[in-house]
C-alpha cells in the first residue's frame, strides 16, 4: 500500500513539472502564419537581431531589441507590455527563441517566435523595409 502511495504522489509531482514547464513555453510559427499575425492589431513585432542586421532589412513595424545588449531583459521589459502578444524574429530563429524563452520567463503571455527567422521571410520573397 505505502509503495501504491508513493507512486501516486511521484506521477502526481512530475505531472506538476510537466505543466510549470508548458506555462513558460512560447509558440514557434511558421512564415505564412507569422505574416497572418502581424496583420492583427495590438501586436509587438520585436527584431532581436544586432543594429546592424535591422538595417540591412527588417520586418514593417518591428521594434529593434538587440539580443546581445547585456541589459536585453530590462530594455524589453520596459519597452512592451506583457498582456499583448509579442511576435519575436532574428536571423535564423535562434536567438529569437532565446528571446522568447527570457520573455516567457518574466511574464510576458503570448510569445510566438518565428521559425527559421528572417532567412525563411527573406527566402519567401515577402516585403522587407530598409
Not at 509558440?27 to 520585436?46: G, R
Not at 513595424?61 to 506583457?82: E, G, H, Q, W, Y
Given at each position: 500500500m505505502k509503495k501504491l502511495v508513493v507512486l501516486f504522489l511521484v506521477i502526481g509531482l512530475?505531472?506538476?513539472?510537466?505543466?510549470?514547464?508548458?506555462?513558460?513555453?512560447?509558440?514557434?510559427?511558421?512564415?505564412?502564419?507569422?505574416?497572418?499575425?502581424?496583420?492583427?492589431?495590438?501586436?509587438?513585432?520585436?527584431?532581436?537581431?544586432?543594429?546592424?542586421?535591422?538595417?540591412?532589412?527588417?520586418?514593417?513595424?518591428?521594434?529593434?531589441?538587440?539580443?546581445?545588449?547585456?541589459?536585453?531583459?530590462?530594455?524589453?521589459?520596459?519597452?512592451?507590455?506583457?498582456?499583448?502578444?509579442?511576435?519575436?524574429?532574428?536571423r535564423s530563429g535562434n536567438r529569437s527563441a532565446k528571446a522568447a524563452k527570457i520573455y516567457k520567463e518574466a511574464g510576458f503571455t503570448k510569445v510566438y517566435n518565428l521559425i527559421d527567422g528572417f532567412n525563411a521571410w527573406s527566402a519567401k520573397g515577402l516585403e522587407i523595409e530598409k
Open positions: 512530475s505531472s506538476c513539472k510537466s505543466q510549470e514547464k508548458k506555462e513558460i513555453a512560447f509558440v514557434n510559427i511558421d512564415v505564412v502564419t507569422f505574416q497572418k499575425s502581424m496583420q492583427k492589431k495590438d501586436i509587438q513585432l520585436v527584431d532581436v537581431r544586432t543594429s546592424k542586421e535591422y538595417k540591412a532589412g527588417h520586418l514593417k513595424s518591428a521594434v529593434l531589441i538587440n539580443f546581445f545588449d547585456t541589459d536585453f531583459k530590462a530594455i524589453s521589459i520596459k519597452k512592451l507590455d506583457k498582456k499583448k502578444p509579442v511576435y519575436v524574429y532574428c
